[in-house]
């Protein structure tokens, strides 16, 4: 196709490229560097280098607290969610069941609502049903927004799965729940991935379902907000730089796994 | 791999094959032989498992929270107070209309998530064609992967860095006085311009995914024979590219505008006193005083019922038939 197009708009095209690109990565390039500053205050240039900022931010009991509640969090989300996810990518796929559209759109309704309402009717809902605000209505209210996305990730998996391979497996003498364990479960295994991995991001990540369900003890995204609201310093920084950096892995990770399974 | 001496008999439930380890001990005990026997028996209990539990979940967690809501936006006072009867009354969205303290932020959202969406749209669409169409096939993934990476850095942290880049002694300001454009520093955080750069930057990527997809889907023989029979550049683009990407225009806008109206922590960091957006009213309400819940909820009511009306109206107009959200 290359001879269809004059120059003129390819290199226009391959510049916005570029140009977003630089955009996209531009401002956490900046945040790395300023976390290495030797001053107490955020201000370009940056004149002296230092590590000691890392230091401080690995000895931060509130910020080391802070992670592992993040982490745990995270990890109730994903299990539920998924769980919940697969059941309802199931009920959608089944044969002979009336209102699945229905059903599917009310599914991937939290996807739709903006996260603010989100929050503020699980915030309503979980005091009419006498739940404390903290830990359990935050995974809840994670878990809710997650499930769509697994929804959406594992059905799109099962519309792609030959419908003879459990069949097969039920013709070789697998009761149905054998059949699903060791043929339908290996088969979504690379769409179950990938939502996991959506909801351990999604849910570090989230900061206005917390801010509305949580209690005193703050989660990640609530220890940076608070502190850049305090003030910034370069600990902020380095705190945000570290934690950039591992969700990055975890993306890479999980890119590079489904990836693998695709091809 | 197919054993047949486990296998005398025709293919049924009692000629399960024998499984090793876990899975085989749980399947011979006969609690679970007794329900997978129900199971397979019953077309009523299979459905009954099926759906079960995401129906309760769906009933309670997606639908059961907005309706509550609903229901305390119309309630005139909340928390039912033991003396007083729980009178419904319309006071609450009343408040709304007579307010400008109200009304006025709520505008002010709308305008902003359509700027937003529509800078968006511009900003990203070359690049999702430049992805989808220019670049290699085999360095494609490479290629988006580049713009993916800063996704994952999650809300608050992208935030955060905005701040580093348009700050009175951020980069941008100090690039400009090092090569002598500016005097003193431009002051660009805290205003609707730095709360929108960085929304965009936040939601760039609800755009490029669905844009990207609908791109991709193109074939590129149309497009080639477009220009075959005489089609300029910009023809090709309006009359071949734009009609059959407009699925993925239809979902990323949709994506973006819904996001854009209900963002909450980016203008609290990066909005000056002038961008005061709905969102910080709701939640003033909410977190200020309890008393003040009904009001809360019934503009979070107007701001759910108006955001999806728009994006209901947008859809129709626009036709896109099949929405996809990722």
């Not at chain 1, 739709?112 to 809902?125: D, H, K, T």
């Not at chain 1, 907000?225 to 380095?238: C, D, R, T």
């Not at chain 2, 609690?31 to 309760?56: E, H, K, W």
Request: hydrophobic content about 55%; overall charge positive.
């Amino acid at each position: 196709m290359r001879t269809y197009f004059n120059d003129l708009p390819k290199t226009a095209l391959g510049a916005s490229y570029w140009i977003f690109a630089v955009y996209l990565v531009l401002p956490l390039a900046l945040m790395t560097a300023m976390s290495f500053k030797d001053a107490n205050f955020i201000a370009f240039p940056i004149g002296n280098w230092t590590l000691s900022w890392y230091g401080k931010v690995v000895q931060d009991k509130q910020f080391l607290e802070a992670s592992l509640y993040s982490i745990g969090i995270a990890l109730a989300t994903t299990i539920s969610a998924t769980i919940i996810g697969v059941w309802i990518a199931l009920l959608v796929s089944a044969e002979n069941i009336w209102g699945k559209a229905v059903i599917f759109a009310l599914a991937c309704l939290p996807a739709v609502v903006p996260g603010l309402i989100n929050a503020i009717s699980m915030r309503i809902f979980i005091r009419t049903v006498d739940i404390p605000t903290g830990t359990f209505a935050i995974i809840l209210a994670h878990a809710v927004h997650a499930v769509p996305f697994v929804v959406i990730m594992v059905l799109t998996r099962l519309r792609s799965m030959p419908a003879n391979l459990v069949d097969a497996a039920r013709d070789l003498g697998a009761d149905p729940f054998i059949a699903f364990l060791r043929v339908t479960i290996p088969y979504l295994m690379p769409a179950l991935f990938g939502g996991m991995i959506f909801c351990v991001l999604t849910s570090i990540d989230d900061f206005v379902r917390t801010f509305f369900l949580g209690g005193y003890q703050p989660t990640l995204p609530m220890l940076i907000f608070a502190k850049v609201q305090g003030g910034m310093s370069p600990e902020i920084n380095a705190m945000a730089t570290i934690v950039l950096v591992v969700t990055t892995a975890i993306g890479l990770y999980a890119e590079h796994f489904t990836r693998r399974s695709r091809s | 791999m197919l054993d047949t001496t486990t296998q005398p008999g025709p293919v049924g439930l009692s000629t399960a094959p024998h499984y090793a380890g876990w899975i085989g001990r749980a399947a011979n005990s006969g609690l679970y032989r007794n329900t997978i026997g129900l199971l397979v028996d019953s077309r009523r209990v299979r459905l009954a498992v099926l759906a079960g539990v995401p129906l309760l979940w769906i009933a309670m967690l997606h639908i059961g929270p907005i309706l509550q809501m609903a229901n305390i936006s119309l309630l005139a006072n909340y928390p039912p107070q033991p003396d007083k009867s729980s009178e419904y009354t319309l006071a609450n969205y009343g408040l709304f209309f007579s307010d400008r303290l109200y009304f006025l932020p709520f505008v002010r959202s709308l305008v902003f998530a359509a700027v937003v969406t529509i800078s968006t749209l511009v900003i990203v669409y070359p690049v999702a064609y430049y992805v989808a169409k220019v670049v290699q096939p085999k360095n494609r993934m490479r290629a988006l992967l580049l713009l993916l990476i800063p996704f994952w850095a999650g809300e608050l942290i992208r935030t955060f860095s905005v701040i580093m880049l348009l700050a009175n002694r951020g980069a941008l300001n100090v690039l400009l006085r090092e090569f002598g454009f500016i005097d003193r520093p431009i002051p660009m955080l805290y205003t609707f311009f730095s709360l929108s750069f960085g929304v965009i930057y936040l939601l760039a990527l609800y755009m490029l995914l669905p844009l990207y997809s609908a791109i991709e889907k193109i074939p590129t023989p149309l497009i080639q024979a477009a220009a075959d029979l005489g089609a300029g550049p910009f023809q090709r683009f309006r009359r071949v590219i734009l009609p059959l990407s407009k699925d993925g225009i239809v979902s990323g806008c949709s994506l973006v505008y819904l996001t854009a109206v209900g963002v909450f922590a980016a203008p609290l960091l990066l909005g000056g006193p002038n961008s005061v957006i709905f969102p910080e009213v709701i939640a003033t309400l909410f977190h200020g005083s309890n008393d003040k819940w009904p009001e809360g909820a019934a503009f979070s009511m107007i701001m759910l019922v108006v955001s999806l009306t728009t994006v209901g109206l947008f859809m129709r107009i626009v036709g896109g038939r099949s929405v996809r959200l990722m």
